[in-house]
């Protein structure tokens, strides 16, 4: 007999509607991970975290950065990406959601509006909830419905500024935000745009450096994860210096947090000197996702643009069925399902990952083809 019955019966009933999530190992070709330059794995990498250690680096912070947690390799990281990514400062914490968290709940004030894009992440939510200011939804990238939530606004009485919040790159969805439509908007209402580099760091832009190239008279935080396409662990806020401050001042996120370990800001480290010598890398993971667009159009899937292919299958447990199937096919694929996607769009997040080869794409496809379950095109 449970000692929680009121939560096995609401994990029972998440389970018959085909939603119970379960930790699944690793297993087949990734098409699953957010591996896209394939470095998690990488030699270069393991080397940087050999010679931090060898240097004195130690495993552990031992604290918060406000204590005695505020490792040398924190500061070197956080100059060194400053520099690359074109910002007056960076600031390293310890995952992306930590990061958007402390964004959110800290930089807003009471009489402020965040305005933010329907698919944003559920971090950007979080940070939300904890901090004082209004926030209102816009359409996915539409910087129209945005602009009229902000006249909206205005009209009722608000006057404070406005965050403006979006994924350059939709996690789920793999759609690009028009960011220059974005830019024009809080060009025109003096708002902040708030960046979330997130899937397009180390992939798109000069050097892997991302989408977001934002005007200098426009303000601006990005944020640039560290797990995903750079293959090692954290996050990195990158805007001007009152900011990085204020975060460090008054973020709980930042201040109440154990360090990182320093050894991942190493291998963050390494991973940029790799985006600046090594371009290779982000031409053969363009080459995978081009070649991923024709295979997947050559059995009638248009599934779009990016490194994320999202195979819309509706329902839930269809959704769970596909996945497994494929599992048991050798392709590693999980499935997506609400509450984070909408209702009904239930999905296969296919993944491009930097460890594929070109016939492996081309296998996850014939296979899809051949499974029962139809899909839209």
């Known amino acids: 007999m449970s000692l929680f019955p009121r939560h096995a019966e609401r994990l029972a009933v998440t389970a018959a509607r085909g939603r119970a999530r379960a930790l699944?190992?690793?297993l087949g070709r990734d098409f699953a991970s957010n591996d896209y330059l394939g470095l998690s794995a990488s030699a270069v990498l393991a080397d940087a975290v050999q010679a931090a250690i060898a240097r004195g680096v130690p495993v552990g912070s031992g604290g918060s950065r406000l204590l005695r947690g505020n490792d040398p390799e924190f500061a070197a990281l956080e100059a060194e990406a400053a520099d690359f990514f074109g910002t007056e400062s960076s600031l390293f914490m310890g995952g992306g959601f930590q990061a958007n968290q402390a964004i959110f709940s800290a930089l807003p004030m009471a009489d402020d509006l965040v305005l933010y894009d329907a698919r944003i992440h559920a971090s950007v939510h979080e940070g939300m909830r904890l901090g004082p200011a209004q926030s209102l939804e816009f359409r996915h990238n539409d910087a129209q419905h945005a602009e009229d939530q902000i006249r909206d606004w205005r009209v009722n009485g608000g006057r404070g500024r406005i965050w403006i919040a979006l994924e350059t790159l939709c996690s789920m969805d793999g759609d690009f935000a028009p960011l220059a439509d974005f830019i024009a908007l809080a060009r025109a209402y003096d708002a902040v745009l708030v960046l979330d580099e997130a899937?397009?760091?180390?992939?798109?832009?000069?050097?892997?450096?991302?989408?977001?190239?934002?005007?200098?008279?426009?303000a601006s935080i990005v944020v640039h994860t560290c797990g995903k396409a750079l293959g090692a662990g954290g996050a990195l806020i990158c805007a001007g210096r009152i900011v990085t401050e204020t975060l460090i001042n008054r973020a709980r996120p930042f201040i109440y947090a154990t360090a990182p370990s320093p050894l991942v800001a190493a291998a963050v480290r390494a991973a940029l000197l790799l985006l600046q010598t090594r371009p290779a890398l982000i031409r053969h993971a363009k080459d995978l996702r081009l070649h991923a667009h024709r295979a997947a159009s050559s059995v009638g899937l248009k599934l779009g643009r990016s490194q994320i292919l999202p195979l819309i299958i509706g329902q839930d447990h269809a959704a769970l069925r596909a996945a497994h199937d494929l599992r048991e096919a050798g392709f590693d694929l999980r499935a997506i399902r609400p509450p984070t996607v909408a209702k009904g769009s239930a999905r296969l997040r296919i993944s491009i990952t930097g460890g594929l080869q070109v016939t492996d794409i081309d296998a996850l496809f014939a296979a899809i083809a051949g499974m029962k379950t139809g899909y839209p095109t």
């Open 24 to 26: 699944l190992p690793a």
């Open 199 to 218: 899937h397009a760091t180390g992939l798109y832009g000069p050097m892997g450096r991302g989408l977001a190239d934002v005007p200098g008279d426009i």
